[in-house]
């Protein structure tokens, strides 16, 4: 019972943060960030340490498995160059950069460890790139690279933690050690990653219970980590591709009652773990700081050049690798030469997470030989390195892309696209009713036809402007007011006992249904 009570209190917390960030039009991860670090100074509030192996297998594969179940695959593939660019490229450099700025500045320790730090804060957070990007309103484009980028670098960054934390204590480590590992750790989760797809995808035809669909659903991301970690294979990739191949066929895995379960219950679990995730994050400032045994002068100097290296070695990566690459006449015919507007976005919006701080808890306690180091440090700079992105980048994403003007996705265009496709679906559909036609009564046969009218002018209407009210929104309109009333009767005859509470419950059911149609409908 006392175990439970915090988690209750921090779920609890983490849903007001983020009701309020909603109330204020705030960013919720930034708010809950704050809140936890308000909180974490306030006596007898519970303290919770952080357990880098909860993070990494508990929390992390199913926010990772629903980013990859939601991301296009034709526009992951579409992308790949600059999400590779990002998640391999940008992961090592920063790395890499972060570790001689370290270095020079504590030419005492061994560069392996610095190179470890520099590990653990190069790569962005998948969970702050999704719950930021997304609610920014960022091009679609621009959220696909970072969804993309944030799916893989984990696996880059903890792949070079694993081979630095190798060097550092004492392990021989040359370039053939490093390319098993490399090859092992990514390799071995993509062959995971693909056998799950294979086994669950198998096991997502057979079910036909939405229950039991939903919870082989949660089970997943699970099963694919514990199995690559016991091959000693990265579970990020794993889950990851799981994931992009299992949401890449969904339609064809699951019943349509299945979906949308399992799409409403992904829904709450992400609500609830990123709330939880982002106040955790704050929580641990108390500990942090009570750690630091380094005189204040030093760990001011050291965690400024630190934050400045991380945020200016994104833009330094980002401008060639964007430009230069045009250089390339295969690219140059493939791809148009984009506006500085968007490397610059692409730049701000790299948030670290609880990913990082995990990964800084991992460091190993002392180096070879028992030698110690400023491990306190270490995980100081991992920590301002996610509060100074989260928050000081986080809270300004939005006036930067407002600022930079982005070209926005075209609305009228997606929607000339839907409407015709949805010209082709309809013509299919009429031609299966037609051969159909003699098996049901000429009613019902004009029923559905005068149903198949109706969602094709529904997706043409949305081309017109937004002045005045369409036909179908006249219909929710109206409709509304008629469900509305249909279940006050319904709620008074169970109130005098007319009808029992199962009857009640299934006319509930059936009106809450149409009433969701509706409300998708307005959209």
Not at 47 to 72: C, F, N, R
Not at 208 to 228: G, K, R
């Amino acid at each position: 019972m006392e175990s439970l009570f915090p988690v209750i209190v921090f779920l609890a917390i983490a849903t007001l943060g983020a009701a309020l960030a909603r109330r204020l039009g705030l960013l919720a991860p930034i708010v809950l960030v704050v809140f936890g670090l308000a909180l974490s100074f306030v006596p007898g509030f519970p303290q919770v340490e952080l357990d880098p192996e909860l993070v990494l297998v508990g929390i992390l594969p199913p926010l990772l498995y629903v980013a990859a179940l939601e991301t296009s695959v034709p526009a992951f593939k579409t992308n790949i160059r600059p999400i590779l660019l990002l998640a391999v490229g940008l992961v090592l450099f920063t790395a890499f950069v972060v570790g001689l700025v370290l270095h020079l500045l504590l030419p005492q320790l061994p560069f392996a460890i610095c190179l470890a730090l520099g590990a653990v804060v190069a790569p962005p957070d998948a969970v702050a790139a999704t719950a930021v990007a997304r609610r920014v309103g960022l091009p679609r484009r621009v959220v696909t690279i970072l969804e993309g980028e944030s799916l893989v670098n984990d696996a880059t960054a903890l792949v070079l933690l694993r081979v630095a934390t190798m060097a550092t204590v004492g392990s021989a480590v040359g370039s053939v050690d490093v390319a098993i590992e490399v090859l092992r750790s990514t390799g071995g989760g993509i062959l995971v990653g693909a056998l799950g797809a294979v086994v669950f995808g198998f096991l997502h035809r057979r079910i036909t219970d939405p229950l039991l669909d939903n919870a082989l659903s949660l089970i997943i991301p699970f099963a694919v980590v514990f199995t690559a970690e016991h091959l000693h294979a990265s579970g990020v990739v794993a889950v990851v591709v799981t994931g992009l191949v299992l949401g890449h066929q969904l339609p064809q895995l699951m019943s349509a009652a299945s979906r949308l379960q399992t799409g409403a219950f992904w829904r709450l679990i992400r609500f609830l773990l990123e709330g939880l995730v982002f106040l955790l994050v704050g929580l641990q400032l108390r500990e942090v700081l009570g750690d630091l045994d380094e005189p204040v002068g030093s760990v001011v100097l050291i965690t400024a050049a630190v934050l400045a290296t991380v945020f200016l070695s994104r833009f330094v990566w980002l401008f060639p690798a964007t430009y230069l690459a045009r250089l390339v006449p295969r690219v140059r015919q493939r791809e148009t030469r984009p506006s500085p507007r968007f490397p610059i976005i692409i730049g701000w919006a790299g948030m670290r997470g609880v990913v990082t701080l995990a990964a800084a808890l991992a460091l190993p306690l002392t180096l070879a030989g028992g030698e110690s180091y400023p491990r306190g440090l270490f995980i100081w700079l991992a920590f301002a390195v996610i509060v100074f992105t989260l928050v000081g980048q986080g809270a300004t994403l939005p006036m930067v892309a407002r600022r930079l003007k982005l070209p926005q996705d075209d609305p009228v265009q997606d929607a000339l696209s839907a409407a015709g496709v949805q010209q082709q679906a309809s013509r299919a559909a009429q031609e299966r009713l037609d051969s159909l036609a003699d098996s049901a009564p000429a009613s019902v046969v004009e029923r559905l036809r005068r149903a198949v009218e109706d969602r094709t002018n529904l997706a043409w209407e949305r081309l017109g402007g937004s002045e005045r009210e369409t036909p179908s929104q006249a219909y929710g309109r109206l409709r509304q007011e008629m469900i509305d009333a249909e279940r006050e009767v319904f709620r008074a005859a169970r109130d005098s006992g007319r009808i029992p509470e199962e009857v009640l419950v299934r006319a509930y059911r059936d009106l809450d249904l149409e009433e969701s149609l509706l409300r998708e409908v307005e959209k």
